[in-house]
């Protein structure tokens, strides 16, 4: 009984949460790998495995159940690290141990150098399966650890409430709190992000031959900044997160997962029933989870960018539409490639549209840079402010740069075309049969520039519109005029 009754203590104090006392370094990766290197430095002889086990216990996480899965790491050449300094020691604490608090403040984990927030404790889990796989510890570990125990947590205790939410930090540049943007559930964003994050560095380490590497190596390979051009999936980084994640998981084998981690919560707890209709709680959230994390892309929220309030009231749009309309900036011409950068960008096109243009905010509803991310604009609930005359009608999405006579990169362009796309369909936002048009075929401007209007007219639901206001198929693009005489807008 009290094993069973400290099972519990332990587990709702990881999903919810108790106030602790603030360090005074900055919540983000890079102060965490700092913290891993000193520790290395301090332990030289210590491998990666002893300082991942050693971090994660000392974040909280040496419960009944993760043991339950890590029960090989428990042998007699096990030790801890110590840690150098009692004030890295509570950093690790307040880094790794995942709580909720009741005011909606978010804890355990920290904001990544592209823009992301990540919850340490599955990453570290992850990591550590990887580094064990083929010693005995459970064939389902790896999955159950980063996400299947979150996820089956979630439906089991919360089954109609959707997962997430995201939220944002007071300050990017030395972030010390973070608040979620709406009702917690057992599974926000940043678990969820921390979970693929483990599942994928810890496949990779399971592949390995030789584990004789630095996990602050491993760290900083993974949450790397600063993209470029040639970089696509299946690079392993933290900006192709999503990506990697939907070419590794098999929905299938989670499922099975969720319910392995049930299994051995209801036997540590003395309690094994499966309640009524759990199948299809299982199943419905794993399709919301599906939609909302494999099939639609990760999107910079406003307060994360630094985004200004909306000035007056916004209009909200009719759902759903008809189109999406393509743009380009212009300016900068060239591409941001960092979250530093883009973000920067965002609040100096908004600065733009609403002090030079008197506009209530910025126009476009998202913005496409060359960081691996698309960021909120007005979104898909407001009508924006993008295309003259059809603003009620589609969702304006411009890349950052200029693309008269070069291309973005190959991933930007199919996380707009693909996955941006898709995501509006699949959350009613857009019909299925949605059309795509570019800025110039609807105002006197040469948006979005040569090299891009040429681009996006191969895309799957391109119209060339007629001088009715028609559209005409891709078939007929052969057979149009293209000239035109345009002024910028």
Not at 115 to 142: M, R
Not at 208 to 229: E, F, I, P, W
Not at 426 to 450: K, Y
Not at 471 to 481: C, G, I, R, W, Y
Request: hydrophobic share 35%; glycine share 10%; with cysteine.
């Amino acid at each position: 009984m009290e094993s069973t009754v400290k099972f519990f203590v332990a587990l709702a104090v990881m999903c919810l949460g108790i106030p602790s006392v603030l360090t005074r370094l900055p919540m983000n990766m890079g102060q965490f790998i700092r913290a891993v290197q000193q520790i290395e430095d301090a332990h030289p002889r210590l491998t990666a495995l002893h300082v991942v086990r050693s971090l994660r216990r000392q974040g909280g996480y040496d419960d009944p159940f993760t043991e339950h899965f890590l029960k090989a790491s428990n042998d007699s050449s096990d030790y801890n690290a110590s840690m150098p300094n009692p004030e890295l020691s509570q950093f690790i604490r307040h880094a790794v141990h995942h709580k909720v608090t009741e005011k909606g403040r978010e804890k355990g984990m920290v904001l990544c150098g592209d823009g992301t927030t990540v919850a340490l404790g599955p990453v570290l889990l992850g990591i550590e399966a990887g580094l064990l796989a083929g010693t005995g510890i459970p064939s389902e570990s790896l999955g159950v650890l980063t996400l299947a125990q979150t996820l089956g947590y979630s439906f089991l205790k919360s089954p109609y409430q959707k997962l997430g939410p995201d939220g944002c930090w007071d300050n990017v540049t030395f972030p010390k709190v973070f608040t979620l943007s709406g009702r917690a559930s057992f599974a926000p964003d940043a678990l969820i992000n921390g979970g693929m994050d483990g599942m994928l560095l810890g496949t990779h380490l399971s592949s390995l031959s030789s584990h004789a590497m630095r996990l602050s190596t491993v760290l900083n390979g993974y949450y790397r900044q600063d993209l470029k051009d040639t970089d696509v999936p299946p690079l392993l980084i933290s900006a192709f997160r999503r990506d990697n994640f939907g070419n590794l998981v098999n929905i299938s084998i989670l499922q099975d997962q969720i319910w392995a981690s049930l299994s051995v919560f209801w036997t540590l707890s003395g309690e094994w029933h499966r309640p009524l209709g759990m199948d299809s709680i299982i199943q419905m959230g794993l399709k919301h989870f599906s939609q909302r994390y494999i099939e639609c892309p990760a999107i910079i929220p406003r307060c994360q960018w630094g985004a200004r309030s909306y000035r007056g009231s916004p209009v909200q749009l009719k759902l759903p539409l008809s189109f999406m309309y393509i743009h380009h900036t212009l300016t900068p011409r060239q591409p941001c490639r960092s979250f530093q950068k883009c973000a920067a960008e965002m609040r100096a096109i908004q600065r733009f549209h609403k002090d030079d243009r008197s506009w209530d905010d910025i126009g476009y509803s998202f913005v496409m840079g060359s960081d691996g991310y698309l960021y909120e604009g007005r979104g898909w609930q407001w009508r924006g402010a993008h295309t003259r005359g059809h603003n009620s009608r589609g969702y304006g999405v411009a890349f950052i740069g200029d693309y008269n006579s070069t291309l973005p990169s190959r991933h930007s362009l199919r996380l707009v075309r693909e996955r941006l796309a898709n995501c509006g369909v699949g959350g009613g936002h857009l019909v299925s049969n949605f059309t795509w048009h570019g800025h110039r075929q609807l105002v006197n401007t040469p948006c979005p520039g040569e090299a891009l209007y040429a681009e996006i007219q191969a895309w799957k639901g391109f119209r060339l519109r007629d001088i009715s206001g028609g559209a005409v198929s891709q078939a007929e693009l052969l057979k149009a005029n293209q000239s035109d005489t345009v002024i910028i807008n």
